[in-house]
Each structure stands twice: as structure tokens, then as C-alpha cells.
């Protein structure tokens, strides 16, 4: 199959390097041709569409569990970014408390990160790897080991190449061989949205245990994905 023909589905996992791969993905397909989720409303939207106008999108990208990607009209290669889940909470507690527009902004400005970690009514810090890759929209705390085991399921059945920002110019590469990309088109070394370096706190080793634990399945999920990444 000519890989330039495929059609692609990017999810995006959240302070994942998914920013990094959108801009990619801009540069790389016309911008008529890709189909962009940020929230429900997005996914609404692309439910409304017909056959035909669903079939003009060769590029998926956003956020969206596999309930989603199930519905998607015609055959799509999937793929993501892992990162550890410790890493990316901390991560998302910082882009949250920065970013006036997100839901949350207010409600983590008096919280430390620990505190929004652990109590905080977010869905996306709650094993949110295992939530958006089982495709089931459980309650807050409520994660169990069937849900773990649908999201590897979908994992080793549906992912067609996947990688990790930890090691991000080397995932890129895989993705640019892959799908055909056009290097030339993509910055060495491209990186966007990271935390500020002067709004990372020290995290004790406390911590990062108790945030582990409270994502105990999102962790085994990563864990899984690094060993069946060879």
C-alpha cells in the first residue's frame, strides 16, 4: 500500500508532546484535509457530517477515547505519544494553574500539586491513558483491571505505531518513516508546549509514589507499552 494514501488518526494524549505533533501534522497535510478535536463539541461536529464529508479528512487528530475512534467512517492508522504518568501530571498541573482558559485555572491556584493530584475532581489525572484507550468514561476512582486490560486490548489491536516523548526526535523519526513524512519539514530537535522551566517545582520521591499509586493503572499501561516497544 503507498503509504502517502494512508489516512491517519492521531490521539492525543494530554502534556504528551501532542502540540508537538499537531504542528507537524500541519505542516505535513493540507489544512482542508485534517480534522481537529479539542472537546465533545468537535466530536459532535464530526457525528453531523456525512459520508462524503467525513471521507475528505485524511488526518484525525485530538483528544477522543476509542469509543470515538470505533465510529470513525472508513479505515484510519492509528497512533500516539506515551509519557511516564508521574511526569505528565506534574506537567499538567502546571499548564493548567498557567492557562486562564482551561476549566480547572481557578480551582488549582491555592492547591499544591499533590493536592490536585490526588483530590482533585479532573478526569485526565485519573488514569486518564487507561480512560481514553478503553473508551470508557468511568467515575472518578473507579478504574479497574478490566479497564486496563480493554485498553491494551485496543492497544496491541489498533495502535499502528506509538512513541514516547522521553524520546521524542527518535518517535518522530519512527512516525516520519512511517507515514512518508517530508523531513525537511520538521525542526530538529522540535519541541513545543513544555512547562517553563522556571514553573517546575521539586517533586520528592514522596510524591511521585503517591501519584503513581493513585495512577496505578495508567502506570502499568506505560510500563506494558515501553517493554512491547522492544
Not at 479528512?57 to 477515547?65: E, Q, R, S
Not at 472508513?74 to 505519544?81: A, H, I
Request: hydrophobic letters at 35%; a negative charge.
Amino acid at each position: 500500500m503507498d503509504i502517502s494514501k494512508e489516512r491517519i488518526c492521531f490521539l492525543h494524549l494530554s502534556k504528551a508532546g501532542g502540540s508537538t505533533i499537531r504542528h507537524i501534522l500541519k505542516g505535513q497535510y493540507k489544512q482542508d484535509e485534517i480534522f481537529l478535536i479539542n472537546g465533545w463539541k468537535d466530536i459532535e461536529d464530526y457525528d453531523r457530517l456525512n459520508v462524503v464529508e467525513k471521507e475528505r479528512f485524511n488526518v484525525i487528530a485530538g483528544h477522543f477515547g476509542m469509543d470515538f475512534f470505533h465510529r470513525l467512517e472508513g479505515e484510519f492508522c492509528l497512533f500516539t505519544l506515551l509519557r511516564h504518568p508521574v511526569e505528565r501530571i506534574i506537567s499538567h498541573y502546571h499548564y493548567v494553574r498557567r492557562t486562564s482558559v482551561h476549566e480547572f485555572h481557578a480551582n488549582v491556584q491555592e492547591m499544591s500539586m499533590l493536592e490536585y493530584a490526588l483530590d482533585h475532581a479532573d478526569k485526565d489525572i485519573d488514569n486518564g491513558y487507561v480512560r481514553q484507550l478503553c473508551g470508557v468514561d468511568f467515575d472518578l476512582g473507579q478504574c479497574e483491571e478490566d479497564h486496563l486490560r480493554l485498553a491494551k486490548d485496543n492497544f496491541m489491536n489498533h495502535m499502528t505505531v506509538f512513541g514516547f516523548t522521553e524520546r521524542m526526535s527518535e518517535s518522530i523519526e519512527k512516525l516520519a518513516s512511517r507515514f512518508g513524512w517530508n523531513r525537511a519539514g520538521i525542526k530538529p530537535g522540535l519541541r513545543l508546549n513544555e512547562t517553563p522551566s522556571e514553573s517546575k517545582s521539586i517533586v520528592s520521591s514522596n510524591d511521585r509514589e503517591k501519584i503513581a499509586r493513585r495512577n496505578k493503572f495508567d502506570m502499568a499501561l506505560y510500563n506494558w507499552a515501553t517493554k512491547q516497544n522492544g
